[in-house]
């Protein structure tokens, strides 16, 4: 008898992305309609190669979702969802600039296509756009918690290039970097569902807890796939942190524990630059030698852990599930 191959399962994305489908076309329409320029053509054509390049749209589908869970009605979600997702791409564009990256979910950057000031000026214009958005929405405090964000992420990409580099750089560091770098987003992504939706304090305060433990879990994840995952799961080649001297989290634990041989060669490969054939594997069998990677994985698992816990105070709802499910899932990769 023939089988029929079994269909994998749906990630915790994928049945978010089906629950909130009618929202999230709304979204969609909002932002082709949002990103048009009447008077200079670049802005839609830069934009329309980032946002039309498949990204999951994670961000918006969480501010949707946590209003939807807390019960919202109305339609000023899809503005916000709409809102964070520009926020989103501005900092994709002008991070693409500062990295001097080439590639980005598996395309060449904006950068690389056009050029830097046109990168830097869309995401300026971008940063605009979702200010309107905001404002339209009346809510002075979900103006502040978005607004906060976005100065949250500058300060951190600030941080980044000042700890890029220095061996220095501690775990505490580290994480407030990854707190501007992703998890200000999710959290505000997420707490202004609530705001919006009007539910009580304890809830709002879930909420952004949840937001803030997916996104660092989310990271310290992203991190550890670098020195382990495929081109396929994480977006970029293997080692590309280590050969861009990035101090991620796994790099800091094996640094902190080195002796006096061992922090010779990080100076060398990190501060210094100077890579050569083999030292990306002796990178790897250091981190595996003080169990670095180990301690991260605990780390990130616990975060992941943090966010789970942060919404039991939330209605019982399918959503709900979704994404404590979702918050597995980010950590599931490194498993």
Known sequence: MDTQPEKPKAGPQDRLAAHLAEDM???????????????????????????EAGGKRLRPMLTLAAARLCGYAGTDHQ???????????????????????QRRRGRPTANLLWDNKSSVLVGDYLFARSFQLMVETGSLRVLDILANASAVIAEGEV????????LGTTEDIYLKVIRGKTAALFSAATEVGGVIAGVPEAQVRALHTYGDALGIAFQIA???LDYG?????????????????????PVIKAVAAANAEERAFWVRVIEKGDQREGDLEQA???????????????????WSGTARAALEV??????????????AYVVSRIS
Request: glycine residues 4%; hydrophobic residues 45%.
């Open 284 to 302: 790897l069998a250091l981190m595996a030698r003080h169990g670095a990677m180990e301690a991260a994985r605990d780390q990130a698992l616990r």
């Open 25 to 51: 076309a709304a979204v969609n329409a909002l932002i082709r309609a949002r990103m048009a320029s009447d008077h200079a053509p670049r802005i839609p054509e830069v934009t329309a190669h980032l946002i």
């Open 229 to 249: 995952g495929s081109s396929a799961t994480i977006g970029k080649n293997t080692g590309d942190d280590f050969r861009e001297r990035k101090l991620t989290l």
């Open 222 to 224: 992203d991190d550890l």
């Open 79 to 101: 503005k916000l969802a709409a809102t964070v997702e520009f926020i989103h791409t501005a900092t994709l564009l002008h991070d693409d600039v500062v990295d001097e990256s």
């Open 314 to 327: 939330l209605p019982e709802h399918p959503l709900r599930d979704m994404l404590a499910d979702l918050a």
């Open 159 to 166: 941080l980044q290039l000042t700890a890029a580099q220095d």
